[in-house]
């Protein structure tokens, strides 16, 4: 390696169905990101996430939670299995599980999540009608460093977008789903380049905490 290059940050993604995410990560190594995508882990036989690994000349690995007695084991599983790859990153792409907290330390400051909503807004599921429900004209997706309380980790960025008149949970999931793709992929090559961690409970971006969300795709 040649002085300003940097190492490579080895990354392993979970997934728990179509990968979009995780193919915004392939698609951001292959255009010269300085990561190494190591392997794609999924919780689900079935998930399209594997054939756009294997397809990419990425190793994919599937788990099965019934052949596992509890959660707990389950997790341990799957987390020694990406600990084999030595990743300095665990990327949860759409992985639908929640993880438990004992498997979760040792990896806080190194695990991060893509959510589709503006935490702390609308932790778990159904984010989209949640949303709508509540009458917001604004809508978002986060990224965060993930800790034990689900989708509650310190945000490292957000990206919002407005939300139409007559939109459904649908649409605003389709208009959101580009712009995450960028999010993950901005937060990642921040993450890679040494310019953000994870200092306690926050965030810092070159050695400075952060106040707010970053808003990477603000000014594009
Ligand atoms: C994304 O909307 C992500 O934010 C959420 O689940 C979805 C996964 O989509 N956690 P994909 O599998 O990456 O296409």
Redesign the pocket.
Same mark, same amino acid.
């Given at each position: 390696m040649t002085g300003g290059e940097i190492r490579p940050l080895r990354i392993v993604v979970f997934?728990?169905?179509?990968?979009?995410?995780?193919? /915004?990560l392939l698609a951001a190594q292959r255009g010269g990101a300085p990561i190494e995508i190591r392997a794609l882990l999924s919780d689900k036989r079935t998930?399209? /996430?594997l054939l756009l690994a294997e397809n990419a000349g990425v190793e994919a690995i599937a788990l099965a939670p019934r052949d596992y007695a509890d959660r707990a084991s389950f997790d341990r599983a799957i987390f020694d299995r990406a600990a084999q790859f030595t990743p300095d990153l665990i990327v #949860?792409?759409?992985?639908?599980r929640m993880i438990d907290a004992q498997v979760v330390a040792p990896w806080i400051g190194r695990m991060i999540?893509?959510?589709?909503s503006l935490l702390p807004k609308y932790p778990g599921l159904h984010?989209h009608a949640r949303a709508l429900e509540s009458g917001d004209t604004v809508h978002g $997706?986060s990224v965060h460093f993930v800790t034990a309380e689900l989708d509650g980790g310190p945000v490292i960025a957000q990206v919002e977008i407005p939300v139409a008149r007559g939109d459904t949970p649908e649409a605003l $999931?389709a208009r #959101?789903?580009p712009l995450?793709?960028r999010l #993950?992929v901005a937060c990642v090559d921040l993450i890679a380049r040494g310019r953000v961690v994870l200092a306690g409970h926050a965030v810092e971006l070159d050695g400075q905490p952060l106040r707010a969300p970053l808003r990477p795709l603000a000014a594009q």
């Open positions: 997934a728990s169905g179509r990968g979009s995410n995780f193919a /915004a998930a399209p /996430a #949860l792409a759409g992985y639908m999540n893509i959510h589709p984010t $997706a $999931a #959101l789903l995450e793709h #993950l």
